[in-house]
């Protein structure tokens, strides 16, 4: 009776496999983990000693035989074991809400971008599957973060997303349940935050680590003229004196740092708009374009958005959100939306 019941019921679960965090939605519980993609392991063993926020932490910080990694880059798996122990981790989080079912069905749907090849996608299943997954689907960044962000994507108009993660940012135009235009560019949060440690290492000789740049992107970066310019005290050390020492930077020249960067997601979005068919380009007109994505939130990027495009630029509701919550409105019309394009089953 047990294993029968088992059977009848799947643990269903949508994974955002972000190059920075990773979200997790359980059907019926809606997201229950948004932690960093990070893993701590032991250098020489690659035994795993912390996993997300626990390993975030550690970034930095460890002493020698303790390396804090982040197994995605620019949005695919860098470090196969390492995602596969980081995926276990996460789906068994996600088992232990189900406990009175230990031998329940897992279904997995995992966004990634679009721009990744059959082989990247193949890492990805094979992590899910070594993982626990009994079935695991991939659907495209793109697509689930239209999705998410309440697009009409099964629709004859045509409808825009700019997905900015950690490691990519994928440009889509979406019509009739199909990716139409597509262009993925691994320019992200992730080389923001680049950005922000080389200015700082050759404007002031002093070193940065990539917490501090992140926290330096959401509190003063932008990428368009601020009504009101802010100033920021960071600490860092010196790479004359070796010692530690504290400046105050100016939200202006980190916009002027963040320049190559955003360029770069300006300039794949005209050049998405310049290759989407007309008909649906006069669609994008009255709708304008969406952005999603924890990359999307760089202030002022929608204002140099419009400016550029001339086309209305709205921020989703849930840009952190967006794709994980279209991987988890899947689950509820697999069937359907196996039909769709950029939505595919392995196994």
Known sequence: MASALNRMYSLDIGIDLGTATTL???????????????????????????????????????????????????????????????????????????????????????????????????????????????????????????????????????????DIGGGTTEVAVISLGGIVVCISERTAGDKMDEAIVQHIKRKYNLLIGERTAEEIKIRIGSAYELPEERTMEIKGRDLVAGLPRTITITSEEIREALAEPVSAIVNAVKSTLEKTPPELAADLVDKGIIMAGGGSQLKGLDTLLMQETGLNVQLADNPETAIVLGTGKTLDSIRILQNLNGFSHHR
């Not at 993609?37 to 460890?62: E, F, N």
């Not at 695919?76 to 074991?81: E, L, N, R, S």
């Not at 082989?119 to 990805?124: F, T």
Request: overall charge positive; cysteine-free; proline content about 6%.
């Open 24 to 162: 997790v939605y359980v059907r019926g519980e809606g997201i229950i983990i948004a932690e960093p993609s990070v893993v701590a392991i032991q250098s020489g063993t690659r035994r795993t000693l912390a996993v997300g926020a626990d390993a975030k932490r550690m970034l930095g910080r460890t002493p020698g035989d303790i390396v804090a990694i982040r197994p995605m880059k620019d949005g695919v798996i860098a470090d196969f074991a390492v995602t596969q122990s980081m995926l276990a981790h996460f789906i068994t989080k996600a088992r232990v809400r189900w406990r009175w079912l230990p031998f329940a069905r897992i279904r997995v749907v995992i966004s990634v971008p679009s721009g990744i090849t059959e082989v990247e996608k193949r890492a990805v299943v094979e992590s899910a599957e070594q993982a626990g997954a009994d079935k695991t689907f991939l659907i495209d960044e793109p697509m689930a973060a239209a999705i998410g962000s309440g697009l009409p994507v099964t629709e004859p108009g045509g409808s825009m997303i700019i």
